[in-house]
């Protein structure tokens, strides 16, 4: 399944791309769920400090997928979510990927609703395995090829 979003505002935009239960995807972890998150500050600070505080230690699987070491436009933070009351019923316990991206700011993310456009995230199928290593960002520049949303009349 392809991501995209249609509409957002404001820095950060939070779009469930649906449940994936016994989906596989390709070389990052399989996730019963997945966010995607837009915005220039947003994406680049939340995603990390999402994972750091709502990601269970006990269970300690967290991946964390980046597009440039020199210049971070792009994540992926996939880990299983506490069971506590910091984390929606819903997805309590899940294994989660949040997919953000910071390239192109809140303008890329209002754009979309007047001139229909991909939106890009990484193409978490071309990433390395997951290496076990929680302390580790991997390098996966590969982004997706969305095709362009519809326009909403």
Known sequence: MQPTIKQVSGTLAVALAGLLAGT?????????ASFYI????AARAI??????????PAVNDRADYIDSASSINY???VCTLKNTVDVPTSIRGLKVAFFSRSSGGTLFGVRPVAIPQAIKFIDGST???DDANSATEQLCPTLTADAKPAKDN
């Open 127 to 129: 990433c390395p395995a």
């Open 24 to 32: 596989a995807q390709a070389a990052i972890p399989a996730v019963s």
């Open 75 to 77: 994540r992926v933070n």
């Open 38 to 41: 837009s915005g220039a500050s």
């Open 47 to 56: 995603p990390p400090a999402i994972s750091t505080e709502l990601c269970d």
